[in-house]
Nanobody, 116 residues
Framework: QVQLVESGGGLVQPGGSLRLSCVAS????????VSWYRQPPGKEREWVAT????????TYADSVKGRFTISRDNGKSTTYLQMNSLKPEDTAVYYC?????????WGQGTQVTVSS
């Protein structure tokens, strides 16, 4: 059973930075892609970024491209989301997610609030 635990959220001023972490357990982490999603208040959950399992490839939503960086440490079964130049519209609950053996699993989420 896949378990995902996010951390690192908080309150930050516009233009600031945060780094989110997500630790996975219960799977061979290195062989699966991992993604970050977010759900702004009152809106649908949306995809943010993905790091594939091999080759180090990454993809980003247009809204975060150039500001956010997804990375992974397979030895620690951990994925990170470095968020720079944060904007109020980045305020959301951020979730990490993995699609393993036909099932998409989610963490509990971590709140990011960008406000002055």
């Amino acid at each position: 059973q896949v378990q995902l635990v996010e951390s690192g959220g908080g309150l930050v001023q516009p233009g600031g930075s945060l780094r989110l972490s997500c630790v996975a357990s219960g799977i061979a982490f290195s062989i699966y892609g991992v993604s970050w999603y977010r759900q702004p208040p009152g809106k649908e959950r949306e995809w943010v970024a993905t790091a594939i399992s091999v080759g180090g490839g990454t993809t980003y939503a247009d809204s975060v491209k150039g500001r956010f960086t997804i990375s992974r440490d397979n030895g620690k079964s951990t994925t990170y989301l470095q968020m720079n130049s944060l904007k109020p519209e980045d305020t959301a609950v951020y979730y990490c997610s993995m699609f393993v053996r036909g099932v998409r699993s989610w963490g509990q989420g971590t709140q990011v609030t960008v406000s002055s």
